[in-house]
């Protein structure tokens, strides 16, 4: 079974400082895409960022950037200068490309609480 | 730019009862998708669809029916709701394999 493993449920991280999410996922795939989705309190979920598994480089946007690892499996996502509306349920997933099931696989999700 | 809308955004409704979701996309995304969100399970796919009159089953599909006649709705509807089908309920789409998902607001189902 495919599957995305986000092993902390919750964190905490002060205003202004950086904190790292982790998700390791399993696929016999080859070639897939990796996102971050953000879900506030409003229960919006939100696209945070965006990795193609093909491309080395690491994503970024703006305060958020992730650590790609694809031997390890590994997509953390880290948020720097944390701020009060970064506090969210942060979900890993991850969408294969072939076949007809080109579909999203999700982590149980990380709640990331943030304090002044 | 309306994009995914999706009603009720509440619903309660009785044991036994049948219930529809309505999602509509004004895109014309290709694939669309139903998660049912729940503590402790993260987002689970319940039913997508790859294109109008193609749909499959998810992880969790079991006292659901979906339809796509039209590319821009994919109704889902459970036959005769039970207690353990109280939750909240997204729908999503995508142009295509590669892009993320965008989703509706949800709608929060209670089965009393």
């Known amino acids: 079974a495919q599957t995305v493993t986000q092993s902390q449920p919750e964190m905490s991280v002060q205003e202004a400082e950086t904190v790292t999410l982790s998700c390791t996922y399993d696929?016999?795939?080859?070639?897939?895409?990796l996102f971050w989705y953000k879900q506030p309190p409003s229960r919006q979920m939100i696209l945070v960022i965006r990795?193609?598994?093909?491309?080395?480089q690491n994503a970024t946007e703006n305060r958020f950037s992730v650590n790609f690892q694809k031997a390890a499996k590994s997509f953390s996502l880290k948020i720097s200068d944390s701020q009060l509306g970064d506090a969210a349920m942060y979900f890993c997933?991850?969408?294969?490309?072939?076949?007809?099931?080109?579909?999203?696989?999700f982590g149980t999700g990380t709640r990331l609480q943030v304090t002044l | 730019d309306a994009g995914i809308t999706q009603s009720p955004r509440y619903k309660i409704t009785e044991t036994g009862r049948q219930v529809t979701l309505m999602c509509h996309q004004t895109?014309?995304?290709?694939?669309m998708f139903w998660y049912r969100q729940d503590l402790g399970h993260g987002l689970r796919l319940i039913y997508y669809?790859?294109?109008?009159?193609?749909?499959d089953k998810g992880e969790v599909p079991d006292g659901y029916v979906v339809s796509r006649s039209k590319t821009e709705n994919f109704p889902l509807t459970l036959e005769s709701a039970t207690r353990s089908q109280t939750s909240v309920y997204f729908c999503?789409?995508?142009?295509?394999?590669?892009?993320?998902?965008?989703f509706g607001s949800g709608t929060r189902l209670t089965v009393v």
């Open positions: 999503a789409s995508s142009l295509n394999r590669g892009d993320g998902y965008t």
């Open positions: 696929t016999s795939e080859s070639d897939y895409y």
């Open positions: 990795q193609e598994a093909y491309k080395q």
């Open positions: 997933a991850y969408r294969i490309l072939t076949g007809t099931a080109s579909k999203l696989t």
């Open positions: 895109w014309s995304h290709s694939y």
């Open positions: 669809s790859a294109a109008a009159d193609i749909t």
